[in-house]
C-alpha cells in the first residue's frame, strides 16, 4: 500500500511542478507547497522526516514547518549568503555605472571591424564574456540592444543575424560568481570525495573543461549558419530601419576607464590570481566579493572628492542583497521538495533501482534523461533555472547509485538549461530582443536554433568523454 501511495503521489507532485513551469508560475512557492504536504504525507505513511539526525518538535503538526526552516537556516547560512553578497556587488557596480564603463571598453573596438560576418564570432564572445559582469540574460540584451545594435548595424551586418548573436550572448560563460556554481559546489562539498571543494575550483576543473571550447564551437556555428540564413532570405538586402537609440559614451580620463572597467570583474580576477599563483590563502567568493566592494567606496571617493554622496550609493548594495533573495528562496524551496520526496521514499527507491541497473548502460542514460528533461523545460517555459536547482539535492546520490560522477550530472544539465534558453519563444530574452527588433521571436530563435542545439550536443558528449 504504501508503494502505491509512493509512486502516485510522487507522480503527481512532479506533474504539477512541470505544469507549473510551463505554465511560468511562480515556481518557488509551488516546490515549497508541495514539498511540505509531502512531508505531511510521509509522516502518515509512518516514514518520517527523511531528515537525517532531525529533532521533532515534540507535535507532528509542526514537524514539517520546522524541516523546512531547518533547511532555510542552513541555506542561508551556506549557498545563500554568497548569492546575497553577489547580488548587492552587482547592484552597486550598477548604480556607480562601472557595468556600464565595462561594456563601452570591451565593444568600442567593434566599431572599427568593418566585415559583418566576421564580427558575428567575435560579438558572441564578447557579449559571452560581458555576461559576466552583468548575468542576466535579459539585461544584457537590452544594454547591447542599445550599445551594439547600431554598430553591427552600420557594418552591414542584417537585422537577423545582429539579433541572434545578442540573444546568445549570456550562455555558459565559466563564472565563480554564478549563482548556480556556487549552489552546486557548495553541495558537492558536503560530501567526502569533495570535500574542500571551492567554486573556483568547480568551475575551473571541471565547469570550464566543457564550457570554453562549447563556447569556441557556438562561434563557429553561429558564423556560417547566419551567413548562410542571409543568403537564404530575400529580405536581407531591404534597409531595415529599427529605432534603438545610442547611449551616451560613459566620461572621464583613460585611468578612470580602466580602473571601473576591472571593478565589475575584481572578484573573479581575484580568485583566479590565487588560484594560478597557488597562494596559500584561502579566499572566498564573499570575501572577494567585500573586499572588492571595499575598494570600489575607496574609489568612489577619490572620483568624487569625498562626496557624501558616495555613501549613501553604498545603499544600492543591500538592496542588491535583497533581490538575491529569491535565488535564495528557490534554493529553500527546492530543497523542501526534495526532502518530501526522500520522506516518502522515492529517493531511496530511485537510488536502489539505480544501484540494481550499474554496469548496464544507467551511467550515460541518467545524464540523457536530465539534460532532455532540462530542454524540454527551457522550450516550454523560457526558464533555465529552476529544475538545475531544484535537482541540486539529488545529483550526488543519484550519481553514486547509478556509478557515475556527480560532475557528469551538474555540467551538462547546467549548461543545457543556459543554452537552450536562447531557443525558447517565449524566454524572457528571445522576447525582448525580437520586439526590439520587430521581427517574430520564431524567426529570431531560428537564428539561434542551430548554433545553441550544436553548443547542447557538443557539450554532452564532451561531458561525457571527460567525466563519466
Same mark, same amino acid.
Given at each position: 500500500?504504501?508503494?502505491?501511495?509512493?509512486?502516485?503521489? #510522487? /507522480? !503527481?507532485?512532479? $506533474?504539477?511542478?512541470?505544469?507549473? @513551469?510551463? &505554465?511560468?508560475?511562480?515556481?518557488?512557492? =509551488?516546490?515549497? *507547497?508541495?514539498?511540505?504536504?509531502?512531508?505531511?504525507?510521509?509522516?502518515?505513511?509512518?516514514?518520517?522526516?527523511?531528515?537525517?539526525?532531525?529533532?521533532?518538535?515534540?507535535?507532528?503538526?509542526?514537524?514539517?514547518?520546522?524541516?523546512?526552516?531547518?533547511?532555510?537556516?542552513?541555506?542561508?547560512?551556506?549557498?545563500?549568503?554568497?548569492?546575497?553578497?553577489?547580488?548587492?556587488?552587482?547592484?552597486?557596480?550598477?548604480?556607480?555605472?562601472?557595468?556600464?564603463?565595462?561594456?563601452?571598453?570591451?565593444?568600442?573596438?567593434?566599431?572599427?571591424?568593418?566585415?559583418?560576418?566576421?564580427?558575428?564570432?567575435?560579438?558572441?564572445?564578447?557579449?559571452?564574456?560581458?555576461?559576466?559582469?552583468?548575468?542576466?540574460?535579459?539585461?544584457? #540584451? /537590452? !544594454?547591447?540592444? $542599445?550599445?551594439?545594435?547600431?554598430? @553591427?548595424? &552600420?557594418?552591414?551586418?542584417?537585422?537577423? =543575424?545582429?539579433? *541572434?548573436?545578442?540573444?546568445?550572448?549570456?550562455?555558459?560563460?565559466?563564472?565563480?560568481?554564478?549563482?548556480?556554481?556556487?549552489?552546486?559546489?557548495?553541495?558537492?562539498?558536503?560530501?567526502?570525495?569533495?570535500?574542500?571543494?571551492?567554486?573556483?575550483?568547480?568551475?575551473?576543473?571541471?565547469?570550464?573543461?566543457?564550457?570554453?571550447?562549447?563556447?569556441?564551437?557556438?562561434?563557429?556555428?553561429?558564423?556560417?549558419?547566419?551567413?548562410?540564413?542571409?543568403?537564404?532570405?530575400?529580405?536581407?538586402?531591404?534597409?531595415?530601419?529599427?529605432?534603438?537609440?545610442?547611449?551616451?559614451?560613459?566620461?572621464?580620463?583613460?585611468?578612470?576607464?580602466?580602473?571601473?572597467?576591472?571593478?565589475?570583474?575584481?572578484?573573479?580576477?581575484?580568485?583566479?590570481? !590565487?588560484?594560478?599563483?597557488?597562494?596559500?590563502?584561502? @579566499?572566498?567568493?564573499?570575501?572577494?566579493?567585500?573586499?572588492?566592494?571595499?575598494?570600489?567606496?575607496?574609489?568612489?571617493?577619490?572620483?568624487?572628492?569625498?562626496?557624501?554622496?558616495?555613501?549613501?550609493?553604498?545603499?544600492?548594495?543591500?538592496?542588491?542583497?535583497?533581490?538575491?533573495?529569491?535565488?535564495?528562496?528557490?534554493?529553500?524551496?527546492?530543497?523542501?521538495?526534495?526532502?518530501?520526496?526522500?520522506?516518502?521514499?522515492?529517493?531511496?527507491?530511485?537510488?536502489?533501482?539505480?544501484?540494481?541497473?550499474?554496469?548496464?548502460?544507467?551511467?550515460?542514460?541518467?545524464?540523457?534523461?536530465?539534460?532532455?528533461?532540462?530542454?524540454?523545460?527551457?522550450?516550454?517555459?523560457?526558464?533555465?533555472?529552476?529544475?538545475?536547482?531544484?535537482?541540486?539535492?539529488?545529483?550526488?546520490?543519484?550519481?553514486?547509485?547509478?556509478?557515475?560522477?556527480?560532475?557528469?550530472?551538474?555540467?551538462?544539465?547546467?549548461?543545457?538549461?543556459?543554452?537552450?534558453?536562447?531557443?525558447?519563444?517565449?524566454?524572457?530574452?528571445?522576447?525582448?530582443?525580437?520586439?526590439?527588433?520587430?521581427?517574430?521571436?520564431?524567426?529570431?530563435?531560428?537564428?539561434?536554433?542551430?548554433?545553441?542545439?550544436?553548443?547542447?550536443?557538443?557539450?554532452?558528449?564532451?561531458?561525457?568523454?571527460?567525466?563519466?
Amino acid at each position: 500500500m504504501n508503494n502505491f501511495i509512493m509512486y502516485s503521489t #510522487a /507522480i !503527481i507532485a512532479i $506533474a504539477l511542478v512541470v505544469y507549473m @513551469l510551463i &505554465k511560468k508560475m511562480d515556481i518557488k512557492i =509551488t516546490l515549497f *507547497a508541495i514539498g511540505l504536504v509531502l512531508l505531511y504525507i510521509a509522516i502518515a505513511m509512518g516514514t518520517g522526516m527523511g531528515i537525517k539526525g532531525f529533532a521533532s518538535t515534540g507535535a507532528l503538526m509542526f514537524d514539517p514547518l520546522k524541516a523546512a526552516a531547518d533547511i532555510f537556516k542552513q541555506t542561508l547560512s551556506e549557498a545563500g549568503f554568497i548569492i546575497l553578497i553577489l547580488g548587492g556587488y552587482s547592484a552597486y557596480m550598477s548604480k556607480i555605472g562601472a557595468n556600464d564603463v565595462t561594456v563601452n571598453v570591451l565593444t568600442k573596438p567593434i566599431s572599427k571591424i568593418k566585415s559583418a560576418y566576421i564580427l558575428v564570432p567575435i560579438v558572441f564572445l564578447i557579449g559571452n564574456l560581458l555576461s559576466l559582469v552583468i548575468p542576466s540574460a535579459s539585461n544584457l #540584451a /537590452i !544594454i547591447l540592444l $542599445a550599445t551594439l545594435f547600431p554598430v @553591427l548595424k &552600420k557594418s552591414g551586418m542584417s537585422t537577423l =543575424t545582429a539579433a *541572434a548573436v545578442i540573444a546568445t550572448t549570456a550562455t555558459v560563460m565559466p563564472t565563480p560568481l554564478g549563482s548556480d556554481n556556487v549552489a552546486i559546489a557548495k553541495e558537492l562539498a558536503k560530501y567526502p570525495a569533495y570535500a574542500g571543494l571551492s567554486v573556483t575550483d568547480y568551475v575551473v576543473k571541471y565547469h570550464a573543461m566543457v564550457s570554453i571550447p562549447t563556447l569556441g564551437v557556438m562561434a563557429i556555428l553561429h558564423y556560417f549558419w547566419q551567413k548562410y540564413m542571409d543568403k537564404k532570405d530575400p529580405r536581407i538586402a531591404e534597409d531595415e530601419k529599427i529605432d534603438i537609440k545610442n547611449v551616451d559614451e560613459i566620461k572621464g580620463s583613460s585611468l578612470f576607464k580602466t580602473v571601473y572597467a576591472l571593478l565589475p570583474l575584481l572578484p573573479i580576477l581575484m580568485l583566479i590570481a !590565487i588560484y594560478l599563483t597557488g597562494w596559500k590563502v584561502t @579566499l572566498s567568493v564573499e570575501v572577494a566579493s567585500i573586499v572588492s566592494f571595499i575598494i570600489a567606496i575607496c574609489c568612489e571617493l577619490i572620483r568624487n572628492k569625498g562626496n557624501k554622496k558616495v555613501l549613501d550609493d553604498t545603499e544600492a548594495f543591500f538592496k542588491g542583497m535583497a533581490s538575491g533573495m529569491s535565488i535564495v528562496a528557490l534554493l529553500v524551496a527546492a530543497s523542501v521538495f526534495v526532502t518530501g520526496l526522500k520522506a516518502i521514499g522515492l529517493i531511496n527507491t530511485l537510488q536502489t533501482a539505480m544501484i540494481s541497473t550499474k554496469g548496464t548502460g544507467m551511467g550515460i542514460i541518467l545524464p540523457l534523461i536530465l539534460v532532455a528533461l532540462s530542454l524540454l523545460i527551457v522550450l516550454l517555459s523560457g526558464s533555465g533555472t529552476a529544475l538545475f536547482f531544484a535537482m541540486i539535492p539529488l545529483m550526488v546520490p543519484l550519481a553514486e547509485a547509478a556509478g557515475i560522477s556527480p560532475i557528469a550530472l551538474s555540467v551538462p544539465m547546467g549548461l543545457a538549461g543556459n543554452l537552450m534558453r536562447a531557443v525558447s519563444p517565449v524566454a524572457a530574452v528571445t522576447v525582448i530582443v525580437a520586439g526590439s527588433v520587430k521581427k517574430p521571436a520564431l524567426e529570431v530563435v531560428r537564428r539561434t536554433a542551430v548554433p545553441m542545439i550544436g553548443g547542447v550536443i557538443f557539450m554532452f558528449i564532451l561531458s561525457m568523454i571527460l567525466f563519466l
